[in-house]
């Protein structure tokens, strides 16, 4: 029998809320202990704003007595000719706002499912839904099943042990055989990071592997699988909502031939000026490398100011977003925010990906960048940045990155302008 609680369960619970039972008489219908019960309760019960049949959701202290009028301003869209308590948008425009919360979420049954003074109460309410809850637990289920569960260091210290001796030829096997005790994992753990390309040798290094044919397709690998916890796409909107005056960038790779060298993009969505930069694996380390980079070129100023918010997709190369947020270190305390698209949606980041096609134009898909360097890159997107846009009024994304942030900076980031007339979009751009 499984150890979770079913759907059927969920509901049996939400009844027995609504009739007042106590976790253990729920617990005693279901065979369950009291604490299952409880658990399952604070954990998946839900704010709701909702006030009651006859008065709009309201919970400031003052809301009795309350007399305010024109709280939103000249702008409101419901005007009270009495007072503004009457109006669910009170809350959030009025300065002399102070929030009462129920004593009755702090103690047993924890929510308001059965709550005789709940269809009178304007105030928040903590609410156990079954639907929501069941769906919930499927969603976490699922997350809790994939990934990996090693940190950034054990990985590094992993790859320390293996990739010396897979370059002197040993076998995986081999390797684990003699070093157990070192790598504190499985063997086949091994060959799933190593097939994760999280390592600094490739499957192209067994000798053996590359011969097999894949029976499946591996499953995505992240150093974190919590690491998106709070930074998805909806949570970028509030953010982005309640900070209009920043503005955000976006970050991707674009991937050479497989196995190869890759570039990490950065595009400044206001000024359609993007810089790239060539790393030797798709490594989460090789990406905070290069943001440390970035970091002690502009200084911490002038990083924050560069790099407010940083939109993302959900590869696993991104998948440390602490040490981009604070530095590797963790001396510098929200230097930057990261959030993350949701999966499948890479129109959430558009900008990036329609500036890579200008990449593409040099470095047609397929293209190994093992012969290039980082000056290469530099010239490329010296290029592509000197190409005018009409989205920017026919001006270039250089012109306009250096209207806002200044020509000083174009220079610490090693970007130069090129001349119209001499301007190449064409592999023959790197072949000089």
């Keep these: 029998m499984s150890k979770f609680l079913t759907f059927e369960e969920r509901l049996a619970i939400a009844r027995g809320l609504t009739e007042q039972l106590s976790f253990g008489e729920i617990g005693k219908e279901l065979s369950k202990d ?36 024109k709280v939103c301003g000249e702008g409101c869209t419901r005007p009270s000719a009495t007072k503004c308590s009457v109006c669910n948008k009170c809350n959030d425009h009025c300065k002399d706002f102070q929030e009462e919360i129920c004593t009755g979420r702090f103690k047993p049954p924890y929510v308001c499912n059965g ?19 069941h769906a919930a637990f499927l969603n976490h289920l699922s997350s809790s099943r994939s990934g990996i569960c090693s940190t950034e260091a054990d990985l590094a210290r992993i790859n320390e042990i293996i990739t010396p001796l897979v370059r002197n030829g040993l076998s995986l096997h081999q390797i684990y055989s003699t070093h157990a005790d070192e ?20 499957n192209i290094d067994l000798p053996r592997k590359v011969k097999y044919r894949p029976r499946y397709k591996k499953p995505e690998f992240k150093v974190d699988r919590a690491c998106r916890n709070g930074r998805n796409y909806q949570e970028f909107q509030k953010f982005m909502a309640s900070n209009p005056e920043l503005q955000p960038v976006q970050m991707d790779s674009v991937i050479g031939s497989i196995g190869g060298k890759v570039l990490l ?99 047609p898909k397929g293209t190994s960048f093992d012969s290039l360097t980082q000056n290469d890159i530099n010239r490329m997107m010296d290029h592509i940045n000197s190409y005018t846009r009409k989205k920017l009024n026919n001006r270039t994304p250089y012109e306009s990155f250096s ?30």
């Design 403 to 432: 209207f806002f942030y200044g020509e000083m900076v174009l220079k610490k980031l090693g970007c130069h302008q090129v001349p119209a007339s001499d301007i190449i979009l064409k592999p023959s751009l790197l072949k000089k």
């Design 265 to 363: 993009t950065i595009h400044f969505v206001e000024t359609s000026l993007m810089l790239a930069f060539l790393r030797d694996a798709n490594t989460s380390r090789s990406v905070t490398d290069i943001w440390e980079q970035l970091n002690d070129t502009l200084g911490n100023k002038g990083f924050k100011e560069l790099f407010p918010v940083i939109l993302t997709d959900n590869g696993s190369e991104f998948s440390n977003p602490a040490a981009i947020e604070n530095g590797r270190s963790n001396g510098q305390k929200n230097r930057t925010r990261i959030f993350y698209c949701d999966p499948s949606c890479p129109y959430q980041k558009g900008a990036i990906e329609v500036n890579h096609e200008l990449i593409r134009r040099i470095l």
């Design 183 to 202: 790598l504190m994992c499985s063997e086949k753990t091994l060959y799933n990071y190593v097939d994760a390309c999280l390592f600094d040798v490739r």
């Design 115 to 133: 709550c005789q003074n709940k269809n009178n109460c304007t105030l928040k309410k903590f609410v156990y839904d079954p639907e929501e809850a």
């Design 34 to 69: 009291r604490s299952t019960i409880a658990k399952e309760v604070k954990r998946y019960a839900v704010d709701i704003k909702g006030g009651c049949s006859y008065y709009a959701y309201n919970s400031c202290v003052h809301r009795a007595a309350c007399r305010e009028k």
